[in-house]
């Protein structure tokens, strides 16, 4: 199985700043890798697949590279609403695995 | 409006068996993988099966903590898809999601408690 390594596991930050979440993977994941957003007692919510692709109406403040074994997603100008978990996910071998996740909170 | 309806979850005890449904609409559904994914609370995220589409001969893939355990389903006339789940444990319990790759948002999931 690929393990899905995310870091930091949760970082403080504060509104307007920039962000950026690492995700690596133990083997090739090629560029099959999605970041999805979790708010608190709600359901996750994809905002990056194919490694860099914005998935449709998610604000262009998100952005995600990488390929293979690094993957990056930042966060810019961070908001309010932003402050949740995040998640990586490969898709490029069964079975599927999510990194851990990096919990995002207001410094 | 796309949505995805989770339902069928509760209580029940260990080594029984529960059937979780989820009803699409929205979309073509017949034409999509449909992924369950679950989440023990406070915990993360954790894909436990996919379900292909009829092209892909509805075949299936299952994480190795549910193979033998839990099957999908699919029905494409009722926009359906279920998850079995038999010899339950207690670290099964878990809020149920069911999602379609680049389809959004996912269900709102469904608690499943095996307790007893």
């Known amino acids: 199985d690929i393990q899905m390594t995310q870091s930091p596991s949760s970082l403080s930050a504060s509104v307007g700043d920039r962000v950026t979440i690492t995700c690596r993977a133990s083997q090739d994941a090629s560029i099959y890798l999605a970041w999805f957003q979790q708010r608190p007692g709600k359901a996750p919510r994809s905002l990056i697949y194919?490694?860099?692709s914005l998935q449709s109406g998610v604000p262009s403040k998100f952005s995600g590279s990488g390929s293979g074994t690094d993957f990056t997603l930042t966060i810019n100008n961070l908001q309010p609403e932003d402050f949740a978990i995040y998640y990586c996910?490969?898709?490029?071998?069964?079975?599927?695995?999510f990194g851990g996740g990096t919990r995002v909170d207001i410094k | 409006e796309v949505q995805l309806v989770e339902s069928g979850g509760g209580l029940v005890q260990p080594g029984g068996s529960l059937r979780v449904s989820c009803i699409a609409s929205g979309f073509t559904f017949s034409d999509h993988y449909i992924d369950w994914v679950r989440q023990a609370p406070g915990k993360g995220l954790e894909w436990i099966g996919r379900i292909r589409n009829k092209v892909n001969k509805y075949t299936t893939e299952y994480a190795a903590s549910v193979k033998g355990r839990f099957s999908m389903s699919r029905d494409d006339s009722k926009n359906s898809v279920y998850l079995q789940m038999n010899s339950l444990k207690t670290e099964d319990t878990a809020v149920y999601y069911c999602?379609?790759?680049?389809?959004?948002?996912w269900g709102q999931g469904i608690l499943v408690t095996v307790s007893s």
């Open positions: 996910q490969q898709y490029n071998t069964y079975p599927l695995t």
């Open positions: 999602a379609s790759p680049y389809i959004e948002p």
């Open positions: 194919a490694a860099s």
